[in-house]
């Protein structure tokens, strides 16, 4: 059913992923999929004397449930946006000790103050690349989503299930630091909200990949090794000296100001592509 709420304002929460990390534009700066829904949204037909499309993305990249709920919900809040969306807490259970009881009262509280102040609020369960680390976390996530569920049962929420998604596990839908999505992984995560706020659908988002070409075990090698040294050996530092890659960095677009986008890229149509180092 088609959603005949009329959305003038939008509000992004949360961390690298909102942030739009690694769909990188040109000018080394990230787009993702909040900035490509903002864009739709915005050119979207409205009357003449609706006024403009405004957007904010008050991400931040390696932020933690809690300092999202501390630092960008009130703000969001307080800015009475038609739609607000809020994802976080991945980067938490990822983490070694992890308290998921704690992250998800983090995330309660957060739910709690957005959804009176918006007419509608979007929760995900977030995609994840499917492997062994993804595997080793899987009953925190679980546990994490189902609360994700419960929330949005009860402040009337919707919830975009990414990680139920089978495409969006494939190795070949995430950047060289197996953190982040691809470019058209962002493109099927923007798709995949417009659809659950009821627009009419524009593209299959969970349409599958090719078959994959593995490469050559040489070839996996040296991609791994590329990834220990450029992601993962400074991932673990930052982690033994308590750093973020979000320390000192300011939100995406902090203010909910008139958003004029960058034309749109055509639809994706999937094309063979060899797969990602393993593991």
């Not at 959305?7 to 700066?29: C, I, K, N, Q, R």
């Not at 509280?109 to 007419?119: D, F, G, Q, T």
């Not at 839908?173 to 995949?192: I, N, P, S």
Request: net charge negative; aromatic share 6%.
């Amino acid at each position: 059913m088609e959603n005949d709420v009329e959305y003038t304002s939008f509000v992004a929460v949360g961390d690298s992923f909102t942030e739009g990390m690694s769909d990188l534009l040109p000018d080394g700066s990230y787009r993702g999929w909040a900035d490509l829904l903002a864009a739709r949204l915005a050119a979207l037909p409205r009357p003449a004397d609706a006024g403009g499309f405004r957007y904010a993305n008050l991400a931040v990249r390696g932020k933690l449930i809690r300092q999202i709920a501390e630092d960008q919900v009130d703000t969001a809040a307080a800015m009475g946006a038609d739609l607000v969306t809020l994802v976080g807490g991945l980067n938490d259970v990822l983490r070694p000790g992890c308290d998921v009881d704690a992250v998800c009262g983090h995330l309660e509280s957060a739910v709690a103050r957005l959804a009176p102040s918006c007419r509608q609020l979007v929760l995900m369960r977030s995609p994840a690349r499917r492997g062994p680390v993804a595997a080793r976390f899987l009953p925190r996530m679980e546990q994490l989503f189902a609360f994700v569920d419960d929330l949005a049962a009860r402040h009337g929420a919707v919830v975009v299930d990414l990680y139920g998604a089978e495409v969006l596990g494939d190795q070949r839908m995430w950047a060289d630091d197996r953190l982040h999505l691809t470019a058209e992984g962002h493109e099927r995560v923007a798709e995949a909200v417009w659809q659950a706020l009821g627009l009419p659908a524009r593209a299959d988002w969970t349409l599958a990949l090719p078959p994959a070409v593995r490469l050559g075990w040489a070839a996996r090698r040296t991609a791994d090794l590329r990834f220990t040294g450029r992601h993962l050996l400074p991932w673990i530092g930052r982690r033994l000296t308590g750093r973020s890659s979000g320390d000192g960095r300011p939100a995406k677009r902090p203010e909910l100001l008139a958003y004029v986008p960058e034309p749109l890229p055509e639809p994706y149509e999937p094309d063979p592509v060899p797969s990602g180092p393993g593991g």
